[in-house]
């Protein structure tokens, strides 16, 4: 079945349950788009603008639950961006700009102990960074410091002002 040039298209799962449904406006996509699970439960929406995501996107569980929210801005992830286990525990929360993960990041253990935070600078691991384990003691494998995504030191302390980031006049 072709795509229509302008108006809504929607595809069935065998059982007749509608599967997804999508707006064109000139045969690109523009305006609300939606995926449902088998169960009939909405499995993801949002909006699309000159055929990219634009605004909020919402992903959703089979069980209903929320999953993840993020915003977009012609197609780039931009604005925060937000998940959830299927037990409604809150799993990560970041912020992006222009695609990449920029500043704090934070990430939990599905039993709500904290598993990671640190920072991020265009998309890659900046600065310090602490890692737990499920029962809240540290991961000292994967702490330290990180620069270009890569850890340059297990102590904040063990690496030199200049690789800090910290430079004399």
Same mark, same amino acid.
């Given at each position: ?11 069935? %799962?065998? /059982? *007749? #349950?509608?599967?997804? !449904?999508?707006?064109? @406006?000139? $045969?690109? +996509? &523009?305006?609300?788009?939606?995926? =449902? %699970?088998? /169960? *009939? #439960?909405?499995?993801? !929406?949002?909006?699309? @603008?000159? $055929?990219? +995501? &634009?605004?909020?996107?919402?992903? =959703? %569980?089979? /069980? *209903? #639950?929320?999953?993840? !929210?993020?915003?977009?801005?012609? $197609?780039? +992830? ?5 998940? =959830? %286990?299927? /037990? *409604? #525990?809150?799993?990560? !929360?970041?912020?992006?700009?222009? $695609? ?7 990430? =939990? ?61």
């Amino acid at each position: 079945m072709a795509m229509p040039e302008n108006g809504v298209w929607t595809d069935c %799962y065998p /059982n *007749g #349950q509608k599967r997804s !449904e999508w707006t064109f @406006k000139g $045969g690109v +996509e &523009e305006g609300p788009s939606r995926e =449902w %699970y088998e /169960n *009939g #439960q909405l499995s993801h !929406e949002g909006q699309m @603008k000159n $055929g990219l +995501e &634009e605004g909020l996107w919402i992903d =959703w %569980y089979s /069980n *209903g #639950q929320k999953e993840c !929210e993020r915003s977009y801005s012609e $197609g780039l +992830e931009d604005g925060a961006f937000r998940c =959830w %286990y299927e /037990n *409604g #525990q809150q799993k990560s !929360e970041w912020l992006h700009i222009d $695609g990449h993960i920029e500043g704090p990041a934070k990430m =939990w253990h599905e039993n709500g102990q904290k598993k990671a935070e640190g920072e991020f600078t265009d998309g890659k691991k900046e600065g310090h960074w602490t890692y737990w384990y499920a029962d809240g003691s540290i991961d000292h494998e994967q702490s330290g410091v990180y620069k270009d995504d890569m850890m340059v030191s297990e102590s904040f302390e063990d690496i030199t002002l200049e690789e800090q980031g910290v430079h004399s006049c």
